[in-house]
């Protein structure tokens, strides 16, 4: 038999990704904080939810489009935020956006992109939508100037994070040291102003702050950002769209709905912040269900498969994003190898669908997938019902 060298699954791309990045870099992708259990759990906890299928419908045709705040994209899987995509490969996040360009969908971009959010948005069409990714730097008035260039280069959306009070502790990156190479820049911190003020001289960094200590304010997390500082200033700044990522409780949702956000993200940041939640995939009912259809819902964390998307949208999530498997596609081929990563994961997502009776987006709902406990109790009423059947026989033959 012979087989194809050519990545079939989010799996291969993860291990090509590790024989060709360069270790820190590597360790930088793949790490998680502190034992990485949430990491691991992103993933693992997808198994124990199982998806019910429906049989014998015509499923020719499968339609994967939705809408993501009121405009229509191609499909409900999108790339989440990540820093530094030249770590992966030279042509960074604009070989990322090319490859989400002929996928649709939403791509966030992060901050701590090493492209300028307005070369990367120039990439786009109709098909899909920008999102811009913020963190709250220490000097607030260098986020602000970072909405107001999103705000005109097009972005649909802002994305706070506010996962991020403070770096989460990742051992693997305190053991290689990991620190970005020095001919990566952090595109977005420099002033697109200042070039044009003196011929053929290079951009400056806002506020003359040096780019290494922009980059530090963000490691160093924002700890005193509030509900009640960061949302209201932040309205009162744009007239874009606020989502809030990281969050995973019933209550930070209703906080956010009474803020007036406008979605928010089921996320654990990918395990790299706080170790010891719960996986996404199980926050994600609870943010659900208190969401009550007032604001939309997404996901992130631990997809590796198209059936992962399907279980998340079953169980209410609006879009599904990733992180690291667009990275490692990134990694191993650039433009081409981001694509593949969408690829697979959008044709395994049309599979699942064609393969469990629904056609559309819109027909996935909570019918199409048993939850862990529902899983659990549904076995022990099948054992219950054995148990009394017999139980009956038994009387019965006694009668
Ligand atoms: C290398 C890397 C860099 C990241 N950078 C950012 C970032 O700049 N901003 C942000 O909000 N989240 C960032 N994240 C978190 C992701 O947006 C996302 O929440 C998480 O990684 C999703 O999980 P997944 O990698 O299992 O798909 C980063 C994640 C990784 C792996
Ligand atoms: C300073 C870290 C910011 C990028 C990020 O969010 C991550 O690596 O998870």
Redesign the pocket.
Known sequence: MEFTNSPVCIKDLEHIASKVMHPSALS?YNSGADDEQTKLDNIAAFDKYRIHPRILRNVTAISTETTILGQQIATPLGIAP??MHMLAHPAGELATSRAAAQHGGVMIL?T?STIALERVIAEGNSDMQYWMQL?VLSDWSITEKIVQRSERAGFKALVL?VD?PI?GRRRDDIRTRFIPPPHIHLENFFDPESASNSEGAAPSTYNDVPELLL?AS??GGNPAVTWDNVIPWLKSITKLPIILKGILTAEDTKLAISYGCAGVIVSN??G??LDGTLASIDALPHVVEAAEDKIEVYMDGGVRKGSDIFKALALGARAVFVARPVLWGLAYDGEAGAKQALDLLQNELKLTMMLSGTRTIQEIDDSYVLEPVTQWIQSSVRRQKRANHNDIEELKSKL
């Open positions: 930088y990540c820093a992060s701590l963190y994070t991020m770096l980059a963000v490691a940041h990918g790299r912040q």
